[in-house]
């Protein structure tokens, strides 16, 4: 895997902030995008703008072939059975709202349970709030070790057969723990539960298999994975699909409107109300053939190689605390003693590195770490150990300055 060049098809990181190479280091926010994403978004503004599926003309036709075909990629990039499993959303966070919203509050009711962790992002935790307010279903948590990872055995003492709703993230944004999706997915089905994957942090940096996970469904963003804004994918098992219904309601999605009552498409199509993410989609595609080019394999090798010399190098600072697991996905979440995670990241800012402070969409997990903040660097295939040495010579230097000035 050549860094070097991939480095080349980004053309942002070839820039100065405040008299810096710029270090990026902030790629679980959002990813930056390669030349071939920025590209495939220009060429359809320049050449194949139109509508699609309605239009026979000539780009409408065009436009319609790339759309779908962006579809296809994601099919093959996840190893869905069929595109008709494969729907286009605004992104992750629609995707978890669009099951609690068809799947969830159409099938729970008082008594039953929905189960999550507390290190979940809170956009797969506040859609389970409302659908169990909304339902009288018990929302339940797993316990976490604490190390930040989960245990089986607390998965199946929290899962009961009372369970209906499964939901966990893949990766977690702020401790990089890989939660074990594929045996927490078989104790949900053991006990008669469906189960949903938030995988905004996993698609982006690993092979992903939903036939292997055995997921009902997996929710993920193309802007953390090198593609544009606005555009996420959720898939989900076709007979549970078939069986939802649409969340939003307009053009596109239907199939006969009569004057009180109407019926829907197929899938996937009966889920895309309006006119949709065009342009995200191919942009999306344009960022799978990117991936695949470069091989996920060889990603989440590079990021495995950058965590651990993250670790190394960062444990060398005196006063600084290191979240999550040994065995991390690429990102380190820390805070140095006596400074703000805020000041953290305007310090490094000054010196070009950009990092994330903050809660991170994650508060029940702060209150779990007992912080309210914590500065995240977090990696992806064009970062190198260069990058890490940066982030440790600024993050040394921030602590000298906070130390003369305290």
Sequence with gaps: MDVKAIRQMFPILDQEVNGHPLVYLDSSATSQKPLPVIEAIDTYYRQDNSNVHRGVHTLGTRATEKYEGAREKVRRFINASSTAEVIFTRGTTTSINTVAYSYARQNLKEGDEIVITPMEHHSNIIP?????????A????????????I?????????????KVVSVMHVSNVLGTINPIKEIAEIAHQNGAVMLVDGAQGAPHMSVDVIDLDCDFYAFSAHKMGGPTGIGVLYGKRELLENMEPVEFG????????????????????????????????????????????????????EHKLAHYALEKLRTINGITIYGPEERAGLVTFNLDDVHPHDTATALDA???????GHHCAQPLMRWLEVTATARASFYLY??????????????????????VF
């Design 138 to 149: 018990t929302l339940k948590y797993i316990p976490l070790e604490k190390d930040g990872t």
């Design 351 to 357: 010196e070009g590195i950009a990092v994330r402070a």
């Design 128 to 136: 389970w709030q409302q659908a169990a307010k909304a339902t009288g």
């Design 383 to 404: 970062n190198t150990e260069e990058d890490i040495d940066k982030l440790v010579s600024g993050l040394v230097k921030t602590k000298e300055y906070f130390g003369d």
């Design 251 to 302: 053009g596109e999605m239907i199939d006969f409107v009569h004057l009180h009552d109407s019926t829907w498409k197929e899938l996937p199509w009966k889920f895309e109300g309006g006119t949709p993410i065009i342009a995200g989609a191919i942009g999306l595609g344009a960022a799978i053939d990117f991936l695949n080019d470069v091989g996920m394999d060889n990603i989440i090798e590079h």
């Design 151 to 163: 245990a089986l055995d607390a998965v199946r003492d929290t899962i009961t057969s009372n369970t």
